[in-house]
Structures are given as structure tokens and as C-alpha cells.
Nanobody, 125 residues
Framework: QVQLVESGGGLVHEGDSLRLSCVVSGRISWDLSLGWFRQAPGKEREFVAGFFRRQNTYYSDSLKGRVTISRDNAKNTVFLDMKNLKREDTAVYYC???????????????????WGQGTQVTVSS
């Protein structure tokens, strides 16, 4: 089992930057993939960024350049840094983990086994 706890969401203005954090606990193994997704009201959960098996990083094509995923292995924490936030970035942001993920399903929310409770990010004009 893997537990994920997100934090760092809140109300920001367009153009602001924000850092989200996800503390990972439980059975953390070398093959654990970690990622960030988001879900806006009435929309499907979409991939934002991720580490595939703790190695290579991948980004959503539409968000690449405005978001950066990073990690602190000593603190078992994954971060999502977002800059130049826009109103359409308003969503609940979720941290996800999976031990048996294959690369071709990295961007599919249904492929990930473990999820945090989410943290709300609201961007106002």
C-alpha cells in the first residue's frame, strides 16, 4: 500500500506561481511511478506530469514549460511547481502512484492505483 497526501493548493491570481507537495508513505520501492493529475469541474481527470519508475520525467504537452515536477527522496516528497497560472488551471490536483505502470499508460488516470485526496487550486482574474 502507498499513501499520498497533497498540500499547497489555494486561491491565487492569474500570472502567479504555486508549488504543490505530495508526501509519499508506505511501501516505496524502486519501481514506483509518481505523478500529478488534475480535474476541473465537469471534466475528466487529466495528466499533468510524472516520474516513470522514479527515473524519467514526462509532461502534458499543453502544460510543458509552465509546470515542473521534482522530488526530494530524503523526504519522500514530490513537488509540482506551476508558473504563469491561468484561470483554466483551476482544478483539484491529485498526486498518484503506481508500481506496475507501463509507459504507454502513463497519461491515463485509470492506469494508476494509488491516489491522494487532492488539493484545490483556484486561479482568479
Amino acid at each position: 500500500q502507498v499513501q499520498l497526501v497533497e498540500s499547497g493548493g489555494g486561491l491565487v491570481h492569474e500570472g502567479d506561481s504555486l508549488r504543490l507537495s505530495c508526501v509519499v508513505s508506505g511501501r516505496i520501492s524502486w519501481d514506483l511511478s509518481l505523478g500529478w493529475f488534475r480535474q476541473a469541474p465537469g471534466k475528466e481527470r487529466e495528466f499533468v506530469a510524472g516520474f516513470f519508475r522514479r527515473q524519467n520525467t514526462y509532461y502534458s504537452d499543453s502544460l510543458k514549460g509552465r509546470v515542473t515536477i521534482s522530488r526530494d527522496n530524503a523526504k519522500n516528497t514530490v513537488f509540482l511547481d506551476m508558473k504563469n497560472l491561468k484561470r483554466e488551471d483551476t482544478a483539484v490536483y491529485y498526486c498518484a502512484a503506481d508500481r506496475s505502470l507501463i509507459l504507454s499508460t502513463l497519461r491515463s488516470a485509470g492506469a494508476w492505483d494509488y491516489w491522494g485526496q487532492g488539493t484545490q487550486v483556484t486561479v482568479s482574474s
